[in-house]
C-alpha cells in the first residue's frame, strides 16, 4: 500500500481481556518497528523486525506484550491479560532498509483499557 | 544511553509569527542521526528531516530551516512565518550507534493562532 496501515484504529478493551493489533507496512519494507506512546508523552520503543527475525524486544515492558512478523510483511502485537497502564496509542512504522534515512510511520491503534 | 530532551512542553504563536522549537540530545556515539517529526491530531508521524552527526550544515526547506550545534548537542527547528496548518505536536528524536530504533524526546505542542 501507500503507507502503513494500523487497525483497529481505536480499541477499548476489559481489563484482563487479550487484544491484537495489526500492521501492514509499506510493501517491500524489510524493517518494522513497534513504539508505544502515552498520552502527551513521546513514542517508546517496544520492538523492532527485519523480515520475519525479531532482533530487538528489549522495549517490551513485560512478558505480557508479544509480537511476531511471521513472512516478514504483516506484524501484530498482541497484549495478554491488558491493565490499565497498557492505554496508549500504538504506533507501527516501516522502512526500506536497517539504514534508511527515514521511517514511515501509521496513525496508530488507540488502546483504551477500561 | 541516547536521551532527547525538549524542554517546550507548550508553544503558542499568533499566525506569521516566527517559531523556533528545541532539541537537545545526549548520546557517547560518535556516530548519529538526528530526526524532527511532525504529529498532526489524526496521530500519524511525518518526517520532516534527518541530520548525520557529521553534517553541521544548517538546512532551509521552504518556511523550515534547522539549526544543529554539536558543541551544544543541539539541533533546534525554526518555522518562518508559521501558519495555522502549522500545529501540530512536534517531535525530535534520535538514533545513534548501532541501535536502528529512534529515541524520542517528549514532544512540543505548538498552536498557531489564526
Known amino acids: 500500500g501507500a503507507g502503513v496501515s494500523q487497525s483497529p484504529r481505536y480499541k477499548v478493551a476489559k481489563r484482563g481481556q487479550d487484544v491484537a493489533l495489526r500492521c501492514d507496512p509499506i510493501s517491500g519494507h524489510v524493517s518494522l518497528f513497534w513504539y508505544q506512546q502515552a498520552l502527551g508523552q513521546g513514542p517508546e520503543f517496544l520492538t523492532y523486525?527485519?523480515?520475519?527475525?525479531?532482533?530487538?524486544k528489549s522495549g517490551l515492558p513485560s512478558d505480557r506484550f508479544f509480537a511476531e512478523r511471521p513472512e516478514g510483511s504483516v506484524s501484530t502485537l498482541k497484549i495478554q491479560r491488558t491493565q490499565q497502564e497498557d492505554s496508549a496509542v500504538y504506533l507501527c512504522?516501516?522502512?526500506?532498509?536497517?539504514?534508511?534515512?527515514?521511517?514511515?510511520f501509521g496513525s496508530g491503534t488507540r488502546l483504551t483499557v477500561v | 544511553a541516547q536521551k532527547v530532551t525538549q524542554a517546550q512542553t507548550e508553544i503558542s504563536v499568533v499566525e506569521k509569527e516566527d517559531v523556533t522549537l528545541d532539541c537537545v540530545y545526549e548520546?557517547?556515539?560518535?556516530?548519529?542521526?538526528l530526526f524532527w517529526y511532525k504529529q498532526p491530531p489524526s496521530g500519524e508521524l511525518v518526517f520532516l528531516i534527518r541530520r548525520n552527526s557529521f553534517d553541521e550544515q544548517n538546512e532551509i526547506s521552504g518556511r523550515y530551516s534547522w539549526n544543529f550545534q554539536k558543541s551544544t548537542s543541539s539541533f533546534n527547528f525554526t518555522i518562518t512565518a508559521s501558519q495555522v496548518v502549522d500545529s501540530a505536536v512536534y517531535f525530535c528524536?534520535?538514533?545513534?550507534?548501532?541501535?536502528?530504533?529512534?529515541?524520542f524526546g517528549s514532544g512540543t505542542q505548538l498552536t498557531v493562532l489564526p
Open positions: 548520546t557517547r556515539d560518535t556516530t548519529y542521526y
Open positions: 512504522a516501516s522502512s526500506l532498509g536497517s539504514w534508511d534515512k527515514g521511517y514511515t
Open positions: 523486525f527485519q523480515n520475519e527475525a525479531q532482533l530487538d
Open positions: 528524536a534520535l538514533r545513534a550507534g548501532s541501535a536502528r530504533q529512534l529515541t
